[in-house]
């Protein structure tokens, strides 16, 4: 096994005990909703701090429901995941692109 591949099978088991261990520990058992986002837990240690608060704007576009605001930090998420591999891999192109060339001009007789 190479170098590269044990590094990459670390970093999955490591990626595997951060979203499995938290559930097989019973982590935020004690809560209602045990795995909230930031902003709920913010919103909750605000009011709990400050009853009387009141947020300076409101959201532009408020979901109907929960599953609909999942769906929509999916897509989100894809998105740029995809944005990301488009970048990596144009680079990775232009990089072997170079590699090549540079390659042919090398190999390439001196008389051309």
């Known amino acids: 096994m190479t170098r590269n591949a044990k590094i990459n099978t670390l970093l999955l088991l490591a990626v595997a005990a951060l979203a499995v261990l938290p559930l097989v520990l019973g982590l935020g058992d004690h809560k209602e909703e045990p795995f909230a986002g930031a902003d709920a837990e913010a919103e909750t ?7 009387d608060y009141e947020p300076w704007f409101s959201p532009l576009y408020e ?14 998420a894809a998105l740029g995941a995809g944005v990301l591999a488009y970048y990596f891999g144009v680079r990775r192109g232009r990089r072997q ?13 001196e008389g051309d």
């Open 45 to 51: 240690a605000i009011t709990e701090i400050e009853p």
């Open 63 to 76: 979901p109907p429901s929960g599953e609909i605001e999942s769906a929509l930090f999916a897509v989100q």
């Open 97 to 109: 692109g170079e590699e090549r060339a540079a390659a042919a001009l090398r190999d390439a007789p």
